[in-house]
């Protein structure tokens, strides 16, 4: 099956830094999404972006499908960011996503 | 939409016994996953199912795993007889299966067996 990569796999920031989490695929997808953990275990939505880019407040994101990868930016970091970021992709021929292995990213004050 | 909802959301049960969680998916999506999530193997895929019926089911990891959709609002999973190494979280999340196929995941069960 398809193998999803997650880089860094742990991320300390101090509040207001900026940063980008990495997720590599080994093969074509046709849905890939970003999800923020929080610290409560709930699956926050963050993007559905199959392929460009797009924005939502401090947080961005790119795919690039023929390259295999795709970036999440977050910038001026608050501690409220801390949790763990998958990036899940769903291949063609199958519904269901896989997940990478996550990003921890911890924002201190 | 109140979105994916899943019950209980903690579950203490001791091993053998039969523990059933259950999910109701969101509202015209008709694309229904159960996953877990342990600190070893991180979230994986059980089951999903299409329209009610259950299309993949590699993931159960033996026969006491067992899941049912007796309709498009309603599944369980249901883990009989139940042991230690059952322990995670199980999380639900729905989809639509055409056009944007963005999935939604319920708060999870944590399911702990002594």
């Known amino acids: 099956g398809i193998q999803v990569e997650q880089s860094p796999p742990d991320l300390i920031l101090q509040e207001g830094a900026n940063s980008t989490l990495r997720c590599n695929f080994s093969?074509?997808?046709?849905?890939l999404q970003w999800f923020h953990q929080n610290p409560w275990g709930q699956l926050i939505n963050l993007f559905y972006?199959?392929?460009g880019t797009k924005q939502n407040g401090r947080l961005s994101a790119t795919t690039v499908a023929t390259e295999r990868y795709s970036l999440l930016y977050i910038s001026s970091s608050q501690t409220t960011d801390s949790g763990v970021y998958f990036c899940?992709?769903?291949?063609?021929?199958?519904?269901?996503?896989?997940f990478g292995s996550g990003t921890r990213l911890q924002v201190q004050p | 939409d109140a979105g994916v909802i899943q019950s209980p959301r903690h579950e203490v049960t001791e091993m053998g016994q039969e523990v059933t969680l259950r999910c109701k998916p969101i509202?015209?999506?008709?694309?229904l996953f159960w996953y877990r999530q342990t600190m070893m193997r991180g979230l994986e895929l059980l089951i999903y199912?299409?329209?009610?019926?259950?299309?993949?089911d590699s993931g159960m990891p033996e026969d006491r795993f067992s899941a049912k959709m007796p309709n498009a609002s309603f599944s369980t999973l249901k883990i009989q007889p139940s042991e230690p190494r059952d322990s995670a979280v199980y999380f639900c999340?729905?989809?639509?299966?055409?056009?944007?196929?963005?999935?939604?995941f319920g708060q999870g069960t944590r399911l702990t067996v002594v």
């Open positions: 093969d074509s997808v046709n849905n």
């Open positions: 509202s015209g999506h008709n694309s």
């Open positions: 972006i199959p392929s």
């Open positions: 199912f299409n329209n009610n019926v259950p299309i993949d």
């Open positions: 899940a992709v769903r291949s063609p021929g199958r519904r269901a996503l896989t």
């Open positions: 999340a729905s989809s639509q299966s055409i056009g944007p196929t963005e999935a939604f």
